[in-house]
């Protein structure tokens, strides 16, 4: 998949949030540096349900992100241009994420893979909801305050 940097890469609708203090972000951007987690929810069917319910199973997945993707998902708002994030995502992390284009199209193009982003050729006028705590599939339970999650956004 090769992703032009004239493309605008945008979050998916999927639920997500933040948690922790912050860390390095590009000023100015809305981006927080917090960490990002987000939740999915399974969907089994078949033997598969039945096993979940009797282990008792966890019904969503959780994936957080490391410091950098958590950026870089946060300035995925559909706003910005590729070629733009990365250099924001360049002036934040330096070396630490060179070679900075490679590495960021390779971490674009798995969020594509698995269905949580998408690569548009203009920028986003909020066709779904992008935003932090939102449901789309309605099938998500009430986080857990374990998870320490925000709940003020």
């Known amino acids: 998949m090769t992703i032009d940097d ?41 033997i598969e349900a039945i096993l979940s319910r009797l282990l008792r199973a966890p019904n969503e997945v959780r994936r957080p992100m490391d410091d950098m993707n ?12 590729l070629g733009t994030i990365t250099r924001l995502m360049d002036a934040t992390f330096h070396e630490r994420i060179a070679p900075a284009d490679e590495r960021i199209r390779a971490s674009i193009g798995k969020l594509v893979s698995d269905g949580l982003a998408i690569i548009r050729q203009s920028p986003f006028e909020g066709e779904w909801n992008v935003s932090s705590r939102h449901d789309p599939s309605g099938m998500l339970s009430v986080p857990s305050p374990r998870l320490g999650l925000d709940t003020d956004e």
């Open 6 to 46: 004239d493309s605008y890469p945008t979050r998916a609708p999927v639920w997500w949030a933040r948690k922790g203090p912050a860390g390095p972000h590009p000023e100015g951007t809305g981006a927080t540096g917090r960490q990002v987690v987000i939740r999915i929810p399974k969907s089994l069917s078949g």
């Open 70 to 81: 958590s950026v870089l998902w946060e300035l995925m708002d559909g706003t910005l241009k």
